[in-house]
């Protein structure tokens, strides 16, 4: 072949590689499902897999909690649960320990309620210097009694409660075997990565699948973005803790857990070459009495995951894949993310509008950020303020039973990634905060423009 023919040979085949991918990436094509090796996800119930509902943070009397253990696995079950993980802090529930009924959280009435609904010797009791006191189940126990293969799963946890200087560091470990004890470090970040280190270490040497994430980063304004962005092996937060404390939604100097979220992921994606961070929402219930009512109660928030049975291995393994939803209400039936975009399916009730939004950064956005400044001009140690093409909103959509429950958002070729936000016009029956509505949260799927 002449050196021309070669040359005029390769410019007819880049030509036609170019027009291919071109017309592969045209905005609003409808593609297949099987085109974007690695990162397709399909979550719908099948034979093979379904949705399980859970709850990952719980407190009890094994630590600042006011019900015993029981009646809160109880309590969930109940209410269609599939899955519950205690973390208490910086305990598991496994020494023999015993406590005085009346100076305990739940107090008498806890006691009585306990007895009512579990006669028969389950409670052990005596008492000590005239005093009653109750022997707390341990996990062991727990588990015999409440785990129901396929319909009811305990797990065992810790919230891992550590902190720096004032800044409270809370992270949850999820089907710890061993307890953790805090770890502690000479900044917030290292905290973090500390105590991620020590879950994964325990992982490493046990073999057992243990998941670790990160817990309301804005109790106590704790937590900012770029010291969650930049930790390794920890790739789960809560975007909503539903205890009254936490604020979620931020404030006039402080980022809600939504934009924490976006910055993290943008800073993740196109400068420190981390996985995206998925979010969770969790109860951290801690008052089980009088509900509802203004305190940190459970039933709030959970996650949907899809799984092929209900075990710790096979829930983690789903959580890891971003094979989940996080809720705080909205129920969804399928979520579909691959080349074309990601398209979402909701389990519409009547008479409710459910305004989707999917959320993203694009290639080329702008990095730059300033610090927020008190009143006299000095910097705030918290997260820095940074342009609008960080999470941004690239798609909208109300959808209710009649006009259909289904939407797809088509990927343009930029974005770095893309989630979506699902809030319904129906407010939370027991919110964290006053005048939440209920919400769901799908996961960011990597975009076109995300390297791979
Ligand atoms: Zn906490
Ligand atoms: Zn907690």
């Known amino acids: 072949m002449t050196r021309s023919r070669r040359f005029s040979l390769a410019c007819i085949l880049t030509i036609l590689i170019t027009c291919a991918t071109l017309w592969m990436s045209r905005p609003g094509m409808e593609t297949g499902l099987a085109t974007f090796g690695g990162s397709q996800r399909i979550l719908a119930a099948d034979a093979e897999q379904r949705w399980y509902r859970g709850n990952l943070h719980t407190h009890s009397l094994w630590s600042d909690g006011d019900d015993y253990p029981e ?35 739940g107090h008498r009435a806890a006691y009585d309620k306990l007895k ?9 009791e005596r008492t000590t210097n005239g005093r009653l006191e109750v022997r707390l189940k341990t996990f062991g126990e727990l588990s015999e009694r ?7 799963l305990l797990i065992q946890g810790e ?10 560091v809370h992270m949850n470990a999820t089907n710890l075997q061993e307890q953790i004890p ?13 105590n991620t280190n020590a879950v994964i270490a325990q ?4 073999g057992k699948p243990i998941f670790v994430h990160l817990n309301h980063p804005n109790f106590v ?7 969650l962005a930049r930790v390794r092996g920890e790739n789960f937060f809560e975007v909503y803790n539903g205890h009254i404390g936490v604020n979620n939604a931020g404030d006039s100097i402080h980022a809600s857990t939504e934009r924490l979220w976006d910055i993290i992921l943008s800073k993740r994606l196109s400068e420190l070459d981390l996985p995206l961070m998925y979010g969770l929402a969790t109860d951290d219930g801690h008052n089980y009495h009088h509900i509802p009512s203004r305190k940190s109660e459970p039933g709030r928030g959970w996650v949907m995951v899809l799984a092929r049975d209900l075990t710790p291995k096979a829930l983690i393994e ?3 894949q971003g094979l989940f939803y996080a809720s705080s209400g909205v129920f969804l039936e399928r979520v579909v993310s691959d080349a074309s975009g990601l398209e979402l399916e909701i389990r519409a009730e009547p008479d409710v509008e459910y305004t989707v939004e999917f959320v993203g950064t694009r290639l080329g956005f702008d990095p730059t950020s300033t610090p927020v400044l008190d009143k006299n001009g000095n910097e705030l140690d918290v997260t820095r303020q940074y342009s609008a093409d960080i999470g941004k909103v690239l798609a909208k959509a109300v959808l209710n039973q009649s006009k259909g429950s289904k939407v797809s958002y088509h990927f343009q070729g930029n974005e770095l990634y893309v989630r979506a936000r699902i809030t319904s016009s129906k407010q939370h029956p027991n919110p964290s905060k006053v005048g939440d509505f209920q919400q769901a949260w799908i996961q960011p799927a990597l975009g076109p423009a995300a390297k791979r």
């Open 203 to 206: 992982r490493e040497r046990t």
């Open 182 to 194: 805090p770890h502690g470090g000479n900044s917030v970040y290292e905290v973090i990565q500390n």
């Open 116 to 124: 009512l609904l579990f006669p028969l010797n389950w409670v052990q």
């Open 146 to 152: 409440f785990d129901e293969g396929g319909k009811f």
């Open 159 to 168: 919230e891992i409660t550590d902190k720096f200087q004032k800044k409270p």
């Open 221 to 227: 304004w704790g937590i900012t973005a770029e010291d």
């Open 71 to 105: 009646m809160i696995a109880l309590w969930y079950r109940e209410r269609n649960y599939d899955f519950l993980c205690y973390t208490d802090h910086n305990v598991l529930q496994r020494s023999e320990r015993w406590i005085d009924v009346e100076k305990s959280a």
């Open 318 to 320: 789903s959580l890891e």
